[in-house]
C-alpha cells in the first residue's frame, strides 16, 4: 500500500467549499486504477492533512501524469494558500 499525507492550508472563508469538492473529487479519483481512498483530515487546532492511499506508488504516479488529475488537482489547488507539502509512505507492516 502507498500512502501520501499533505499538509495543506486552506484559505479562510474556502473550508465549506473544499470539503465538498473533497467529496466531489474523491468520485472523480476512484475511477482510477488502484485508488483505494483519499480523506481530509484537520487537527484540534484547525491544520489540515490530505490522506491519499493506493496499491502502488506506480498506480499513484499514473494518476498523476492524466489530463484528468491535472483538472482535479487545479481546482483543489484554488481554495489553497499554498501547495501541498507531501510526505510518502510506503506500509510495511498490518
Known amino acids: 500500500m502507498f500512502v501520501v499525507a499533505a499538509e495543506i492550508q486552506v484559505k479562510k472563508g474556502s ?4 470539503k465538498s469538492w473533497i467529496t466531489e473529487s474523491n468520485q472523480e479519483l476512484s ?3 488502484g485508488f483505494v481512498r483519499r480523506r481530509l483530515l484537520e487537527t ?3 491544520k489540515h492533512i490530505i490522506l491519499v492511499e ?7 504516479e499514473d494518476m498523476h501524469k492524466t489530463q484528468e ?12 494558500e499554498g501547495p501541498p507539502k507531501p510526505t510518502f509512505y510506503e506500509v510495511v507492516s498490518q
Not at 15 to 18: I, L, N, T, V
Not at 54 to 60: I, N
Not at 69 to 80: E, V
Open 44 to 46: 484540534r487546532a484547525g
Open 69 to 80: 488529475h491535472f483538472r482535479i488537482q487545479s481546482k483543489g489547488h484554488s481554495y489553497l
Open 15 to 18: 473550508e465549506d467549499q473544499f
Open 31 to 33: 475511477k482510477f486504477d
Open 54 to 60: 493506493f496499491e502502488t506508488q506506480k498506480q499513484f
